[in-house]
């Protein structure tokens, strides 16, 4: 009975020897990894953003487009008032037809006058002569210039898509009226989506341009294939602030506690699976694997 026990009690001993060896050696394994493999769980899908604004002024007549539309490039997304422009191209033909009538005279008299018999005249009326049908010419290229000034903002009325994207937040409605230059509404460009990891820094150095990513976006099965093409240079330092007096603002930390600063690493999407659909924003799961050397 004696040895029995004995035999239990070491049993129990080697059981919970193992157990705890095991939940030691799995401790360290996932230390490990955490530490040294460039993992993170605070990644976004970018795109670029293109801000739509007219190259005119004045009142919306109509939006053909709804917010989350899909646009190609070259499809209108509204109409400003043209009825001013068109007025303006009207005028500015009609004044170009005035000074091309009189360049026309004045090169007609030129020609007719010093271009038969030059000895007749002084070399002061020829100058003067000479001098305006200089300004006859400027002011019908002048006129020129004005009617296809006029034409472009006609044109320029009708603003177009400049990128296949999204129609995003759109908040602009008919009868508004909007000024050359102005944010009307956002483009999210379809072929503009990347990743942007930030990685603590002590996992940097194990990241090179190349490597193969997998994304995983958040609350999702489904796995995104891309590879790192560039790591940032920098990023701010919150502690190089300015205080009073032109002396550095420098915030108070824990000896032995330090947070690890972390750096953007841009990773370009290689592959994405059927079902799944890029929208800028969302959270990811990023994983670095080496880049596979080839043979």
């Given amino acids: 009975m004696n040895k029995n026990s004995k035999l239990i009690k070491f049993i129990k001993f080697a059981i919970t020897f193992f157990i705890v060896v095991?939940?030691?050696?799995?401790?360290?394994?996932?230390?490990?990894?955490?530490?040294?493999?460039?993992?993170?769980r605070d990644g976004r899908i970018r795109a670029d953003t293109i801000m739509i604004s007219p190259d005119v002024s004045g009142l919306v007549e109509k939006v053909y487009v709804k917010d989350n539309q899909f646009v190609k490039k070259g499809d209108?997304?509204?109409?400003?008032?043209?009825?001013?422009?068109?007025?303006d191209v009207a005028k500015s033909e009609a004044f170009l037809q005035i000074q091309?009538?009189?360049?026309?005279?004045?090169?007609?008299?030129?020609?007719?006058r010093f271009k038969v018999d030059n000895?007749?005249?002084?070399?002061?009326?020829h100058e003067t002569a000479k001098y305006q049908l200089d300004i006859a010419k400027a002011n019908y290229d002048k006129a020129l210039v004005e009617l296809n000034i006029a034409k472009l903002n006609l044109e320029r009325s009708s603003?177009?898509?400049?990128?296949?994207?999204?129609?995003?937040?759109?908040?602009?409605?008919?009868?508004?009226?909007?000024?050359r230059g102005e944010n009307t509404l956002a483009l999210i460009s379809?072929?503009?989506?990347?990743?942007?990891?930030?990685?603590?820094?002590?996992?940097?150095?194990?990241?090179?341009?190349?490597?193969?990513?997998?994304?995983?976006?958040?609350g999702t099965n489904f796995i995104l294939k891309g590879h790192v093409s560039s790591i940032s240079s920098g990023i701010t330092d919150r502690d190089n602030e300015i205080g009073k007096r032109l002396l550095a603002n420098v915030n108070p930390s824990f000896t032995w506690v330090r947070l690890a600063q972390r750096i953007p690493v841009r990773i370009e999407i290689d592959e994405v699976p059927d079902g799944f659909i890029l929208r800028?924003?969302?959270?990811?799961?990023?994983?670095?694997?080496p880049k596979k050397e080839e043979k």
């Fill in 22 to 40: 095991i939940a030691v050696f799995l401790a360290l394994k996932l230390w490990h990894n955490y530490m040294n493999n460039p993992w993170t």
């Fill in 76 to 87: 209108l997304l509204f109409q400003i008032d043209k009825k001013r422009f068109l007025e």
């Fill in 100 to 112: 091309k009538s009189e360049y026309q005279m004045k090169k007609k008299q030129f020609d007719r």
């Fill in 119 to 125: 000895s007749v005249v002084s070399k002061e009326e």
């Fill in 159 to 179: 603003v177009i898509a400049t990128e296949d994207g999204w129609v995003s937040n759109l908040v602009l409605k008919s009868g508004d009226f909007i000024n």
């Fill in 190 to 218: 379809n072929n503009s989506f990347w990743v942007y990891g930030y990685f603590e820094e002590h996992k940097i150095p194990l990241i090179k341009e190349g490597d193969i990513a997998n994304i995983q976006p958040l």
């Fill in 280 to 289: 800028a924003g969302i959270t990811c799961t990023i994983k670095i694997e």
